[in-house]
Each structure stands twice: as C-alpha cells, then as structure tokens.
C-alpha cells in the first residue's frame, strides 16, 4: 500500500515514484484481452500507474455494449441520460476483473471519481464550449453524490488506489466555472469517500495550466495533482507550477499528472503541430526537476479516449483526430519517461531540491550524491552561478538514450554532439 511522507511516496518502505498512463476510457470501452496487452506493455516500460475515469469520459469513444455505469437513456442531439439510482453492476464487476489484472502486475489504479462533466458549471458543460460536440450525460444532482461516492469507494478500496477527487475542473473564477458550486461539489466528494476509505490518498485533477485549489479542498488532499496542459503556455506551465507552490511553502508531493498528450494536437498554435516525443520528454524533466518530482504522467492520443479504427461506433469524433490505441502503443514518450523514472530513482533515491542557473530553459536539481542538469537544446552551461567546481560529467543524448562522459574545462560543460535535448548528471 502507496504511504504518503512529506514530498513524496513510498511503498514497502522504498521510495515509489510514480509514473502513470492515461487511460480514461478503460472501464467503458476496452476489452478484457486489450486490457490485459495493454497493461503488459506499459509494466515492460517501466509504468507502475494507471489513470482511469471510475464513469464515462464525455469526449471519449461510446462504451461497448453493455459497459454504461448505469442505466442509459440516448436522446437525438445525442445527449444521454443515466439513472444514478441504479448502478450497473455488471459495469463494476468488469471493473474489478480489470483492477484484479492490475494488482497481479503490482501496478496502482488512480481513479477518477466524479469527472467535471458530471457537476453543474463546469466548462465542460457550456452548450458551445470546447468540444461542445461531445455527447454529454445529465448533471448528477447533489443529493446523489454521497450515495454514488460511497458505492464506488467501497467498491474499489481494496485495490488500494490513488483517487483523485475531480477530473478536469478548475477552481479559477473564468468564464464558464463556477468556483462556489465546484468547490461546494468536490467538498462533498471526498468527505463521503473518506467516510468509505479513511486510509486512501487522495488528490484533485484541476484543468490545464492551473494552480488554484481552495484550501477547504486543499487541506484534504495528500498531494498537489495538476496538468501543465495542452496549450502553447503548457510547457512554461510545467516549471512555473512547481516552483510556485514550493514557493509559498507546500511540503508535500507534487505531481504533473498531464503534461502534452504526445500525438495530440497543440490547442491554440498555428500552423497546427502535433506534440512530439520531445516535446514530452521536454516538458516532463521541467516539471520533475522544478519541484514536481514526486512523479509525472503520461498520455497519448488513442489511447487515453480509447480508439479502436476497427469498431466504427468506438472511433472519437470532433475536431481532433488520434492515432488507433496500437499505434499509439509503439510511441517513443512512453519510453522516455521509463528511462526518467529509472535516472530519479538511480540518482535521486533521496529527492531533490531545484537550483537556480540563471537560465530559464535549462533546469537543475540538487540530491544528496548528484547535480542534474536538463537543457531542451545542446549548448555550453556555465556553472559557475551554482558555487561548484566541476571537472568531469556524464551527459546522456535523451534522443539516442546513449551517455557521453566529457571533461568540463573553467566550470563550462561543453557542447556536445547532441540533436535534440540532453541530461547532465554531476557526482558531487
């Protein structure tokens, strides 16, 4: 079982860094032979962490049949309708088969419980908002969140999961939120789930490039869980985020559980780009090495809404198109952020605290043994704003994953023969 002590976790005792997959649509639309590759696949790369929505996530593909939470009505606008009186269970007996395959792999389910969706003023709900083609299902009334959050907690406990109270909701006052009826919702949320499940560790999922949790809701949650986003200030996001929060003095883990969705198209940038393995791998050791270096998340596009181009009625429609969940399983992200987790827990067993270089594209952290240093591009790095005397380092060539000894002459790291992006380790 996950413990939570001071920055970060542990399990068995040992320092657990968490690295997870996104994958939303799990429960709803997958098969029990995808699940079962699915999973092998990501244990092989070093994952021990998979992110699911506990019901169906509005803008991904339509469920299987018979692989609603509850009893569905459809509408011809496409909306639908559920009677969360009435929990399918035949949905959460699979459910638990999922969540068993997981346990036997020892890998942690981290489980949405009530999705913005599903509350009254979120953006999500906004009749022309972003994705205002997805079909979405009637808001959950008030009166009905204890007995629903009570079912699934109960349910699901034994798994010993992360829960993350919201899902995709901030707490900022802009359009199209309502900070009060959120908070009011999510207060609600996890004061019944810790009633069902008063040892689980518990956090929120906030929107893209958000900070702000009230402290109402912030003094219930065991870490700070946000998502640097998907927009062209994502990526500044991913450090500045971090950095605030230890800023002002928060001690416990911080975790960036959504940088870019590799394969998925940048919102808001022109000419349109599609992120890239570097553009992951970039915005993730940002985060890791700014404060957020509890554990990072990853997605693709296909697989966190589950696309299957071989069943027509589970392929996601609307303006941004993904790759078939295959495809996006031979992706390069997914082993790069294996190979992240693996230099932390290698090098920074003990944790880490950001330094300050003066420079803010290249990020450094201090451990207890090391110095590492991340630049997204290959130049010099002067160290001398960090009071250290450097003779030698090992440089690694993140595209290539191949390592570079090289001595360092007057505290400069020289330039090496690098294309893309490069860690620096420095033995103290």
Avoid at 79 to 98: G, V
Avoid at 146 to 161: A, C, L, Q
Avoid at 200 to 212: A, P
Wanted: aromatic letters at 14%.
């Amino acid at each position: 079982m996950l413990k939570v002590r001071n920055k970060y976790f542990y399990k068995d005792g040992r320092r657990f860094f968490y690295l997870a997959d996104t994958c939303w649509g799990a429960f709803t639309s997958m098969t029990m032979v995808d699940w079962k590759y699915y999973l092998a696949k990501r244990k092989h790369e070093g994952f021990n962490a998979i992110q699911i929505n506990v019901l169906r996530q509005y803008d991904s593909t339509k469920p299987l049949e018979g692989h609603d939470p509850f009893p569905i009505v459809y509408h011809e606008d496409g909306s639908y309708e559920y009677d969360y009186s009435s929990p399918n269970e035949a949905y959460f007996n699979n459910a638990e088969r999922m969540l068993e395959e997981m346990k036997k792999l020892d890998m942690t389910p981290t489980l949405v419980i009530l999705w913005g969706n599903y509350i009254p003023d979120s953006w999500m709900n906004e009749p022309n908002g972003f994705q205002s083609h997805a079909p979405k299902p009637q808001v959950m009334s008030f009166a009905q969140i204890k007995s629903y959050v009570s079912y699934v907690v109960n349910r699901f406990k034994r798994f010993d999961p992360i829960y993350l109270v919201s899902g995709d909701v901030g707490f900022d006052k802009v359009s199209g939120q309502d900070p009060e009826i959120e908070t009011k919702y999510y207060n609600e949320v996890i004061k019944a789930a810790k009633v069902a499940d008063p040892e689980g560790i518990y956090s929120f999922h906030i929107n893209g490039e958000s900070k702000t949790l009230p402290p109402v809701l912030e003094k219930q949650a065991d870490f700070f869980s946000y998502q640097s986003g998907h927009g062209p200030h994502g990526e500044e996001a991913a450090s500045k985020i971090p950095e605030a929060k230890r800023k002002d003095g928060y001690p416990g883990p911080v975790v960036n559980a959504e940088p870019c969705y590799e394969g998925m198209t940048q919102f808001g940038v022109s000419p349109t780009h599609r992120f890239s393995a570097y553009d992951v791998r970039r915005t993730a050791w940002k985060s890791v090495l700014s404060g957020a270096d509890a554990g990072i998340g990853y997605g693709s596009f296909g697989i966190w809404p589950w696309n299957d181009i071989y069943r027509p009625e589970q392929t996601v429609v609307g303006p941004l198109k993904p790759y078939d969940w295959r495809e996006c399983l031979q992706f390069r992200g997914a082993q790069d952020l294996g190979f992240l987790k693996d230099i932390i827990l290698n090098y920074a067993q003990d944790g880490l605290t950001p330094l300050n270089l003066q420079n803010e594209e290249v990020k450094v952290a201090e451990g207890s043994d090391y110095y590492l240093i991340y630049s997204p591009v290959a130049n010099p790095i002067d160290l001398s704003s960090l009071n250290i005397k450097v003779q030698s380092c090992k440089i690694y060539d993140l595209q290539s994953l191949r390592s570079i000894n090289t001595l360092v002459d007057n505290n400069i790291i020289p330039m090496v023969p690098v294309l893309e992006d490069e860690l620096v380790i420095i033995e103290k």
